[in-house]
């Protein structure tokens, strides 16, 4: 327990070094590090029609990975192959796994760092897709090897959609906040963690 939230908080960090040492260079005077990511509260001005977005979207892409994914992935090891069969003792390293290690991690990364630079610089389409796109490129590439390149890239797809989704959430209905897609993450990696634990 104690190695995997060490190597959680290690991975935080080492994701959180690029943007902090270009946040330091180019933003340190007019912001703070946290509002300049995104890690700030969620302003919305529709809380319940956010909400129920949120839910809609969450229940689509579990349904859609629920079918998707086995297909896509077959029997290769997966982030969450680790709680195969591990039933309630295994709930501990998914909250883990998936709340700090991929969760806050990616999305510092992704949607907070690269996400909001390329937006501030090419508008929020171009840019929302181009981050989306990155974040897909790194799934499949992690799996390609394994699952060769035509499934890697439906992975890319799968993924890359749901990284689309999440930028839309925190920009176009959170007020710029990550918080959204830091669940949004959290909760579909639960669920993958939970399957596995208790499929």
């Known amino acids: 327990m104690i190695e995997s939230i060490l190597f959680a908080v290690l991975q935080v960090g080492l994701f959180s070094m690029i943007p902090l040492i270009v946040w330091g260079i180019t933003a340190r005077k007019k912001e703070n590090f946290f509002r300049w990511i995104g890690l700030i509260k969620i302003r919305t001005e529709a809380p319940i029609r ?66 909001k630079r390329l937006i501030s610089r090419v508008g929020f389409a171009a840019g929302n897709i181009i981050q989306a796109g990155l974040f897909g490129i790194m799934h499949g590439v992690l799996f390609f090897i394994m699952i060769g390149w035509e499934r890697a890239l439906g992975l890319a797809v799968l993924t890359g959609g749901i990284g689309w989704i999440q930028g839309y959430l925190n920009e176009k209905k959170a007020g710029g906040s990550i918080l959204p897609g830091w669940l949004f993450h959290a909760l579909t990696n639960i669920a993958s963690g939970l399957g596995a634990a208790f499929g």
């Open 50 to 115: 956010f909400v129920l977005l949120f839910g809609a979207l969450f229940a689509g892409v579990c349904l859609l990975s629920a079918f998707a994914v086995p297909l896509i992935i077959g029997d290769n090891e997966t982030a969450v192959s680790s709680f195969q069969g591990g039933g309630v003792s295994a709930i501990p390293g998914i909250l883990i796994h998936s709340v700090i290690q991929t969760g806050l991690s990616e999305e510092i990364l992704f949607r907070g760092f690269i996400g």
